[in-house]
């Protein structure tokens, strides 16, 4: 049960200027089960609570150390003050609020495909309605930590309500909620019933491990958050009854479920298409891999395309450079008399999509050692580029870096660099998603050296040695 304030579910917090509403405190997976956060198709709340779960570490006395940068705009993060109306106020030293889940920022390109899959291949805005929102400070470090975490949404569309969040479903989390997610992966499967108050289903649960077989633990969340807000029905079957009867029918049906598609990196800076879980079913018929611009881009503008050849799975090296947005569609190949002229424009209907390429490693910038300030490896137009976070409060920075110079280099394991430039001489950014960082001025360097796999820049402080900072390898991480 959802543990319930005083007067009945809400725990007012009055003040001068508002009143703000949390409905009550989430303390297990069982409790997931009473609220619509995440529930039905294609909500993706249940996968970003998945995700923050396996991105934070959680000390004794129950604060979370966050292995990413809520303030940099990554993952899709973004500031949401302190003092919006679903949720305490709060004093500007006890931290500040920052959301995660709105999938049409930029930044959410970084989340890993399990969290975006819903979004991008579903219509409607169900599809974005789910928010987790955490309670940040910075600790003296250069480290984030979250002392609270609310779930929450979006009130619907047809509601008139606005934009903001809905107080009567927004819930604070427990870490001991956080915690049971964590150890999902490794539970003995005979302690599920006495622990989420559960019978699973095993075939359904089966079904569910091959879909989500890539990502530990999140199918046993879907299985127990969701089994028992449904009729009695096998979840897989009434999933995809469900689904099928959904306008767009073939969206994440049970075949489909398990199809991936991404965008990877040649070692010449283009595009690389990999695809993966195509079924026999759409190989049989025949289907291509097509490269567009982004997400918001019609069929007129493909960029390139191929047939998977028959593999359910495989890569397609593209003459196109690499950009932030790049999203590769499935669709059916046609077979006409007008393809085999050469003039082979008409394109088959799509089944599915991946999600839009994020410019950067999917990691926080690295610090700058013993500086306010930080270095990230991202890719413009198929280059190497490097991109600066500055604290607003080291204002000497100018003076402190005078000396300092960002390297370019092929490999982790290579003394030489392949081109560099002056920290000082990076431009400053303004209009991006990273421009407006609060606390942070962003400056950026676009090289001339070809991104590839195992690219790495380097900050150094004097022209010889004295290096304070490497990224990781880019692409070291499967972003698969
Ligand atoms: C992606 O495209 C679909 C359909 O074209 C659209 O409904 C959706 O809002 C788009 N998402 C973004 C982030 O642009
Ligand atoms: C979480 O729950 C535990 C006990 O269930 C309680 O001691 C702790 O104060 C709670 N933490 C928060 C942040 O509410
Ligand atoms: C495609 O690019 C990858 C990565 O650079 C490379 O390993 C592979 O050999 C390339 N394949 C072809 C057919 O050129
Ligand atoms: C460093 O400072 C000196 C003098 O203050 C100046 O001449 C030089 O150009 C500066 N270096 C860079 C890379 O800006
Ligand atoms: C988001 O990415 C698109 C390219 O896909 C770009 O045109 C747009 O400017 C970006 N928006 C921001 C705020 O960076």
């Known amino acids: 049960m959802v543990e319930k304030g005083i007067l009945g579910c809400f725990i007012l917090c009055l003040s001068l200027t508002s ?48 292995n990413f940068n809520p303030t940099s705009g990554d993952n899709g993060f973004h500031f949401y003050g302190n003092r919006p109306p679903s949720l305490p106020i709060l004093h500007p030293e006890s931290g500040s609020y920052y959301s995660l889940g709105n999938m049409k920022r930029n930044g959410s390109r970084a989340l890993p495909y399990y969290v975006t ?30 002392d609270e975490v609310y779930v929450t949404q979006h009130y619907q569309q047809n509601e008139n309500r606005g934009s903001g969040y809905d107080p009567a479903n ?18 003995d499967q005979n302690d599920i019933p006495r622990i989420y108050n559960v019978e699973i289903n095993h075939n359904s649960l089966q079904e569910l491990e091959k879909i989500w077989r890539h990502t530990p633990g999140l199918a046993l969340l879907l299985a127990i958050v969701l089994y028992f807000t449904r009729p009695k029905t096998l979840f897989i079957k009434e999933q995809a009854l469900r689904l099928t009867s959904l306008p767009q029918s073939g969206m994440e049906d049970k075949d489909n479920a398990l199809i991936k598609l991404g965008v990877k990196t040649t070692d010449r800076g283009k595009a690389r298409i990999i695809w993966s879980g195509i079924p026999k079913r759409l190989l ?29 799975s495989g890569s397609y090296n593209t003459s196109v450079p690499l950009n932030p947005g790049l999203q590769v569609r499935l669709h059916k190949e046609v077979k006409s008399w007008w393809n085999y002229l050469g003039c082979g424009s008409t394109i088959g209907e799509e089944i599915w999509r991946g999600s839009e ?13 013993g500086h306010d300030a930080s270095l990230q490896l991202f890719v413009k137009d ?19 870096f005078n000396n300092s110079w960002v390297g370019f280099y092929s490999s982790e394991g290579t003394l030489d660099y392949n081109t560099w430039q002056w920290a000082v001489k990076f431009s400053e950014e303004s209009h991006s998603d990273w421009a407006d960082i609060p606390g942070y001025d962003v400056y950026v360097y676009k090289s001339s050296m070809t991104m590839s796999p195992g690219v790495q820049v380097r900050f150094m402080m004097e022209k010889s040695g004295g290096e304070k900072a490497r990224t990781p390898p880019w692409e070291r991480l499967v972003q698969w």
């Open 19 to 66: 009143v703000c509403a949390v409905r009550g405190t989430l303390k297990s997976i069982d409790d997931l089960k009473d609220i619509q956060f995440g529930h039905t198709f294609p909500r993706h709340g249940l996968m970003l609570l998945h995700w923050l779960a396996n991105n934070i570490y959680i000390d004794n006395n129950g604060n979370m150390r966050l």
């Open 117 to 146: 899959r819903r979004f991008y291949n579903s219509w409607g805005p169900e599809n974005n309605r789910d928010r987790v929102i955490l309670r940040v400070r910075e600790d003296g470090s250069n480290q984030f930590i979250a």
């Open 170 to 187: 927004t819930n604070r989390v427990n870490v001991s909620l956080l915690r049971q997610i964590q150890s999902l992966p490794t539970i």
């Open 284 to 312: 049989d018929q025949g289907v291509m891999v097509m490269l567009y611009k982004s997400n918001n881009s019609d069929s007129k503008s493909v960029l390139d395309r191929s047939s998977v050849g028959g593999k359910a």
């Open 357 to 369: 390429f994020h410019d950067a490693n999917r990691e926080i910038p690295v610090d700058i050692n």
């Open 382 to 400: 198929g280059k190497a580029c490097a991109r600066l976070y500055v604290k607003k409060s080291f204002t000497a920075w100018k003076k402190t």
